[in-house]
C-alpha cells in the first residue's frame, strides 16, 4: 500500500523504544504489541531508531536489525521512518540497510560530533543520501545554532522533505519557515508539551515517545491542533504533562527510563535502559509515575 508521505508527517511521529532481554541484548518481538496499539490508536508514521529508541547506546549492527523488524512488523499499515546518524561511515551504512529493509524514508540525526561546520553537515546529508539510493529524508534539528541560512541550505538538498524542529525557539522555527520552500513539512520534534507554541507558528505533528504507554492520548492531542481546538490540546496535554516531567528530570538523562518504567507497569516489559541513560527510576518518581499511570486508567 502506498502512503502519502507528506500527509504521514504531519502527523505524530511515534518514536519506538529499543526492547532488550534480560541480557540485556535488543529484543525487537517486544515491540509487536506496542506497534499494534499505536497503529490501532491512529498513530500516523512509527519512528526506529530515534533518541526514544536510544538510538545512541546501540551499536550500528543493532539498529540495522531494528529497522529491519520494525518495517516487517508495520508491513503496509504506516510508513515507517529510520533514523541514522553518528560517523558518516556509520550513517551511511545504516543508510543503506534501512533502504533496503522497505524504510520509508530517513530521519537524519544532527551530528554530534564537536566540531562540526553547517557546509560539511551539508556533505554528510548528501552522502547519507546518495548511500540510500534517493529516500526521501527529514532533518532532526536538535541545534538552531547552525543559523537560519545553514538550515535553508540543508532544506535545498534533493530529498529533503522537511525538518523535525526540536529546539525551544518558536521565533527561530518561524524564521526558518520563511527562509525555506513551502513544500517543507515542519514537525513539533519536541513532543506533545511543546506541539501548541510550534503549531502557533506552522509546525505540524508532533514527535511523541508517550505513544509507546498511551496512544491514543496523543492521537487525541494530535487531532485537537489539527482542528485549532487549543484549549482542549492544552488541556490534554495537562492531564499528560506528569509524564513528560518525570522524563525531563536528571537532564533528561530519565527520558527512556520512564517510557520503560511505564511500559512495565504495564506488562509490557521492554528490558532496562542502558547507561549513561538512567535506571531505574528513583523511588519519588517511580512514585509520580504510578500515581499518573493510576489516576489515567492505564493500570
Keep these: 500500500m502506498a502512503h502519502d508521505l507528506d500527509t504521514a508527517l504531519t502527523g505524530i511521529s511515534g ?3 529499543t526492547p532488550y532481554d534480560d541480557e540485556g541484548d535488543i529484543a525487537p518481538e517486544r515491540l509487536s504489541p506496542i506497534i499494534d496499539r499505536a497503529l490501532a490508536a491512529g498513530v500516523h508514521i512509527p519512528v526506529v531508531n530515534g533518541n526514544t ?13 531494528m529497522a529491519q523488524n520494525v518495517v516487517q512488523m508495520v508491513g503496509d499499515r504506516a510508513p515507517v521512518l529510520a533514523g541514522v546518524g553518528r560517523g558518516i561511515r556509520d550513517a551511511c551504512r545504516l543508510a543503506r540497510a534501512s533502504a533496503d529493509a ?11 560530533d564537536p566540531f562540526v561546520a553547517p557546509r560539511g553537515t551539508v556533505d554528510y546529508v548528501k552522502a547519507v543520501s546518495d548511500a540510500s539510493g534517493g529516500l526521501p529524508m527529514m ?43 513551502p513544500s517543507i513539512v515542519w514537525v513539533g520534534g519536541l513532543a506533545e508539551v511543546w506541539a501548541p ?20 492520548r496523543s492521537v487525541a492531542i494530535h487531532t485537537a491542533l489539527d482542528g485549532g481546538d487549543y484549549e482542549t490540546a492544552n488541556a490534554l496535554i495537562r492531564d499528560m504533562r506528569d509524564f513528560e516531567d518525570i522524563r525531563a528530570e536528571e537532564l533528561n538523562g530519565t527520558n ?9 507497569a504495564l506488562g509490557q516489559d521492554c528490558g532496562s535502559t542502558r547507561p549513561p541513560a538512567a535506571w531505574p527510576l528513583t523511588d519519588t518518581q517511580q512514585g509520580k509515575l504510578t500515581r499518573f499511570l493510576t489516576v489515567n486508567g492505564l493500570i
Design 15 to 17: 518514536i519506538l523504544v
Design 53 to 65: 529508541g536510544e538510538f545512541y547506546a546501540l551499536a550500528t549492527d543493532e539498529a540495522i536489525i
Design 256 to 264: 527512556v527510563t520512564g517510557v520503560k518504567a511505564a511500559l512495565q
Design 102 to 112: 522497505g524504510a520509508t524514508a530517513l530521519m537524519i540525526h544532527q551530528p554530534p
Design 139 to 181: 532533518l532532526y534539528l536538535r541545534n538552531d545554532a547552525i543559523g537560519t541560512k545553514a538550515i535553508a541550505d540543508l532544506c535545498a538538498l534533493p530529498g529533503v522533505k522537511g525538518v523535525k524542529w526540536a529546539t525551544p525557539n518558536p521565533l527561530k522555527l518561524a524564521e526558518a519557515r520563511a527562509a525555506c520552500d
Design 197 to 216: 507554541p510550534l503549531y502557533a507558528v506552522g509546525a505540524r505533528g508532533f514527535t511523541s515517545g508517550l505513544i509507546n504507554v498511551w496512544p491514543e
